[in-house]
């Protein structure tokens, strides 16, 4: 008889754009909108360091239906107390035409201190993103599956480009968002590690070295986390919809899901070279899911959409059980519709206006709800 899998919980975070609804420009909050969901969310709403962006983070769900479920009253509570301050809400990797000279800095002791450390890259980090937490009760299996998953990093990162704008200019890229945030240290691909003792060897050195305060400093797009039990995913630009952001955490929950179940039964998945997977990312931000990616196996290029279907058929077998079908099939949609990025770049490319295109990011981010 088949193992029943473990519950992989979930947590959701999200980072919002604050936008004045007359010049589309970003717009300080004042802490206003935080205040006011804290008396009815608590911890669920954060400040971040610059005053424009507000972040959001679901309560540890079972499945991706109670993620959906909270991350629309989030949205919706965000929304209701940005219309009261007279501000919308948006969601992208990036504002199309904000500079980040304008963006106050929330005054608080731990953004001063990382903009102290790491000056203009931090005051110029004005980008906005989704992570992912996955639950793994045994840390040493959730290392292994960190080591497994980061191969599929760039397949999930195509999937969520939405950052194709950056100070008023098309970057060419489909997300810009990763490039600003290369400019920070201990950022990009997660190294790998063969056990938990030396991923915990690695951190402590780093903290009694001073290079950094907390272990939370470590900012890969995968990272073991240093105080929960998870794996976090924190590759992905914030998403347009709610559909469009549970799609990749639900693609995220089975990706983890399947590489336990290869894991428990001794089957491990390849572990490839790092230097071969930023190959793979760079297409990710470059070309989104209209490129090509390298299949290592193969070593031939292979058309992104294409990799993203041999994805769904490796998930397959455990979706069901997952209870995840109907958030992991809105995939179609985004591959025949297009992601954020390239609903951004129709808009520009139909009115060659940005504030029309801060409209239609405005407008999706209430899709659904």
């Keep these: 008889m088949q193992k029943k899998l473990p519950i992989f919980t979930l947590g959701v975070e999200e980072e919002y754009q ?28 954060k400040a971040e360091m610059h005053q424009s962006v507000v972040e959001v983070g679901t309560m540890i769900c079972n499945n991706v239906k109670e993620a959906k479920c909270e991350i629309k009253i989030l949205r919706s509570k965000i929304v209701e107390l940005a219309h009261k301050q007279g501000l919308v809400v948006g969601g992208a990797g990036t504002h199309p035409f904000s500079r980040w000279q304008d963006q106050p800095i929330t005054d608080d002791p731990r953004y001063h201190h990382i903009v102290n450390e790491l000056q203009d890259a931090a005051r110029s980090n004005l980008i906005f993103g989704m992570h992912c937490h996955v639950g793994i009760e ?19 990162f195509a999937l969520s480009t939405n950052s194709p704008f950056w100070e008023g200019r ?23 590690f ?75 998945f390849n572990i490839y070279r790092l230097a071969l997977i ?65 609903k951004q770049l129709r808009v520009f490319e139909q009115t060659h206006d940005l504030s029309k295109v801060v409209d239609m990011i405005t407008n999706e981010f209430t899709k659904g709800l």
């Design 18 to 45: 604050i936008i004045d609804p007359d010049t589309r420009d970003l717009r300080s909050h004042l802490s206003k909108i935080v205040d006011g969901a804290k008396v009815t969310l608590n911890e669920q709403v």
């Design 138 to 156: 045994n840390r040493e299996i959730g290392l292994q599956l960190m080591n497994q998953a980061t191969y599929f990093l760039p397949h999930i």
């Design 170 to 192: 098309n970057t060419g890229y489909k997300s810009f968002r990763t490039k600003v945030f290369d400019k920070f240290p201990r950022t990009g691909l997660p190294e790998y």
């Design 194 to 268: 063969d056990s938990v003792q030396s991923y915990d060897n690695y951190l402590d050195t780093l903290v009694k070295t001073g290079c950094i305060d907390n272990p939370k400093k470590i900012w890969w797009d995968l990272r073991l986390h240093p105080f929960y039990n998870t794996i976090e995913f924190r590759i992905t630009d914030m998403s347009l919809t709610v559909d469009e952001a549970m799609c990749i955490v639900a693609i995220i929950q089975a990706i983890v899901a399947k590489l336990y179940k290869l894991t428990i039964s001794n089957t491990s």
């Design 278 to 342: 930023k190959e793979n990312k760079f297409r990710a931000a470059r070309y989104g899911i209209d490129g090509k990616m390298i299949d290592f196996g193969l070593k031939e290029e292979v058309e992104t959409k294409l990799l993203l279907h041999e994805l769904l058929e490796f998930v397959d077998d455990v979706v069901d059980e997952l209870g995840s079908r109907d958030e992991i099939n809105y995939i179609h949609t985004i591959l025949n519709e297009g992601t954020g990025a390239d």
